[in-house]
């Protein structure tokens, strides 16, 4: 390949809005035949919005989102995002936390007042914390998850003390760029750190039918790597920190514009606006370049 031409299909690219980082990532995309995508802020817009929340009996909603808010104010994740925006637009009483620390796919912990509060996924309550759920809320979560939908367990002190229910939208584009996708002889894969319901949910608004869902980041980057041991030349598909492994170790790295500076710098090509059709264009674009050099 002449640097010239290569150059040429990049200054295209950016026309486009697709920042391509350098003449290996073109390259690459010529023989890229899966496409992994992540499902939260990728497929779906990542604006959440908080659809309901549900307390103990010792703990009233305003409690239980009140004290999610004051955590997940250290949050960029969209789930913080919505709890943060939800407890606003309830006029809450937010406490301050301190010794803010989020864990990438499973939920963020601060110190609020002398206890440790935290939200996240139940399986990281259970894993890291040895936190189990009553059995009201355990019966919420899996009602919300079965209905497609995803649950976050709020506890503080050692106990759970509700769960909070957010939903995002699939990107309107998203069913006709998979569709692209498979023009284009790529293989989509939807992986995610969500629950196998909302998975499920949104494979089949846009008609993926290979998932994987309450994947951690390291089990994205092993899904990466198992289907390249298989034999594939990955495309992967990001905006989080918790894709940003998956991102690196993949054949190609694709990152969304509104994404986490993690997954961009991991990346070999970013998507500015984020639009899922434009990485069909990306693709597109690379292979019609290789072949004018060729
Ligand atoms: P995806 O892979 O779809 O982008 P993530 O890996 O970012 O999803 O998140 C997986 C799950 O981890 C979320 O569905 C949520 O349950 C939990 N989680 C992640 N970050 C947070 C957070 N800031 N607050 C609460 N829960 C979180
Ligand atoms: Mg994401």
């Known amino acids: 390949a002449t640097p010239t031409a290569l150059l040429v ?4 690219g950016s026309q486009l809005g697709i920042l391509i980082g350098g003449p290996q990532a073109l390259e690459r995309t010529r023989t890229v035949d899966t496409i992994v995508l992540d499902k939260t802020g990728t497929v779906t817009t990542g604006v959440m919005a ?22 997940e104010d250290g949050s960029e994740h969209p789930v913080g995002r919505a709890v943060v925006e939800a407890a606003r637009a309830r006029g809450l009483d937010v406490p301050r936390a301190v010794d803010f620390r989020a864990v990438p796919g499973a939920g963020v912990q601060a110190l609020v007042g002398t206890e440790v509060v935290l939200v996240g996924t139940a399986s990281w309550l259970a894993s890291d914390w040895a936190i189990a759920l009553p059995d009201d809320l355990a019966a919420a979560v899996s009602t919300v998850e079965t209905a497609g939908g995803t649950a976050v367990v709020v506890a503080r002190g050692g106990m759970a003390l509700g769960v909070v229910v957010v939903g995002d939208t ?10 692209r996708f498979r023009e284009l002889g790529l293989r989509p894969v939807l992986l995610t750190g969500d629950n196998a319901g909302a998975a499920r949910a949104v494979a089949e608004q846009i008609g993926i039918d290979e998932v994987h869902a309450r994947a951690t980041p390291a089990s994205k980057l092993e899904t990466v790597r198992r289907l ?3 034999g594939r030349t990955v495309a992967m598909v990001g905006d989080g920190v918790n894709d940003a492994a998956a991102l690196a170790a993949a054949d190609l ?8 500076d993690a997954a ?9 606006s984020g639009r899922l059709t434009v990485v069909a264009d990306a693709v597109r674009l690379a292979r019609a370049t290789l072949r004018t050099i060729r």
């Open 253 to 260: 790295g694709i990152a969304m514009g509104a994404g986490t």
């Open 50 to 71: 908080v659809r309901d929340v549900r307390g103990v009996a010792s703990a009233d909603t305003a409690t239980v989102l009140a004290l999610a808010a004051s955590v």
């Open 228 to 230: 390249q041991a298989e």
């Open 170 to 179: 699939v990107k309107p584009e998203a069913a006709d760029a998979v569709r």
């Open 9 to 12: 299909g990049t200054g295209r």
């Open 264 to 272: 961009i710098a991991a990346s070999d090509i970013t998507v500015v």
